[in-house]
């Protein structure tokens, strides 16, 4: 064969090297967050033992949900209690959901009003005035508008108020840059502990955003879902794009991730309302879950598992020091062998690739 009639073989080769390595390494990437997303995932807030002293009970507070946060459904009887790889207690002694158990919940709604949301407003009035009509009775609402600053629209509003804070929602022209991290540490500060004696157990936090802000900075994303972590507050971010700019969307997956929240995805502005109903129905019917078991007083990280799913470990605590333990068990890590799954996936992947390579090679016509 001579050179020349080599070239275009060689040629033919480098390009189908090139597309292979770029398709095994865009697998490698994603194969991780596709195995992460698409797994069922059950989420243990906290595990209260204000009970265990006399009653020797712990009441765990969790939730089974689906991809973008549909919940799932099962006999409560199926969940057990684990200390590390000891079940401690098989099912438990009595079952409810979080709307059933009359706490309350203070709520801070974070929401974009810059005039890229101009269209999208009359739809996040709507989602967001369900979404307080579906509270617990006695819960507060914070509302918090943002454009290039933060503003308190309505602090700790009852019910019947709220609805009125959200009718007045209008986006607003921006003199600068959007100030969505100063609004989050501003919903932080309304819901920490201390800044009134009335505060409800059960702090959560919801931001309606695009993502984008002044900082683009992961970091700053980063340590807003660290603080949210430490003060047990988990972040439920809405995400919605008007011009569907996907990439500041991860600063939102970011916030959910680290504070133990979820993520819901809108692709339309009229997406919001539903969005805003299936989170309700999350929050309402969390199940409270209370087990039986002797050594409850024990400092030990526990888990819930059911159906082949287990939770993150927590620590048992009293109130509302349940919730910071427990955000500060939980690492917001994938399990250990679903990333050995991807990996194993990515190799056979890439193997399939360059036997398929081979072929088309020896397919290719030979020179005289």
């Known amino acids: 064969m001579s050179v020349r009639a080599a070239a275009p073989q060689r040629s033919s080769w480098r390009q189908l090297r090139r597309v292979a390595l770029r398709v095994v390494a865009g697998l490698a990437l994603v194969a991780p967050a596709v195995g992460q997303a698409s ?62 158990t009359g706490e309350t919940l203070h709520l801070a709604l974070v929401v974009a009003l810059g005039p890229a949301y101009r269209e999208a407003v009359p739809a996040l009035r709507e989602g967001a005035a369900s979404l307080a009509r579906a509270l617990p009775a006695g819960s507060q609402l914070t509302l918090i508008g943002y454009t290039d600053e933060a503003r308190r629209l309505g602090s700790r509003l009852p019910a019947r108020r709220v609805l009125g804070a959200v009718e007045g929602l209008a986006s607003a022209e ?42 683009p900075d992961w970091e700053a994303f ?43 995805w809108v692709r339309s502005a009229g997406g919001m309302v539903s969005a805003f109903e299936q989170l309700a129905r999350q929050l309402n019917d969390q199940l409270v879950l209370t087990f039986h078991w002797k050594a409850c007083a024990q400092a030990t990280p526990l888990t819930l598992a059911a159906g082949g799913l287990r939770s993150q470990a927590v620590l048992a605590a009293a109130g509302r020091a349940a919730a910071r333990s427990a955000a500060r068990e939980g690492s917001g890590a994938w399990p250990w062998w679903l990333g050995l799954l991807a990996l194993v996936l990515v190799v056979a992947v890439a193997a399939g690739l360059v036997l398929l390579t081979r072929a088309l090679l020896r397919g290719l016509p030979r020179a005289p």
């Open 39 to 100: 797994r069922p995932r059950l989420r243990l807030e906290r595990i209260d033992n204000a009970r265990c002293a006399q009653e020797r009970l712990l009441v765990a507070y969790a939730s089974e949900l689906e991809l973008e946060g549909e919940l799932r459904s099962r006999p409560p009887s199926e969940y057990g209690l684990w200390a590390g790889q000891r079940r401690v207690a098989a099912r438990p002694s009595g079952a409810t959901t979080f709307a059933a």
């Open 222 to 264: 980063r340590a807003i879902g660290r603080r949210a972590r430490h003060q047990g507050v988990p972040i439920h971010p809405i995400a919605y794009s008007p011009f569907d700019e996907r990439g500041p969307l991860l600063n939102l997956g970011e916030l959910a991730k680290r504070s133990g929240g979820t993520l819901r």
């Open 174 to 215: 921006l003199a600068g840059d959007p100030a969505l991290v100063e609004a989050l540490g501003l919903a932080l500060r309304s819901l920490a502990v201390g800044e009134t004696a009335l505060q409800p157990q059960r702090p959560v936090l919801v931001v309606v955003s695009d993502g984008i802000d002044r900082q």
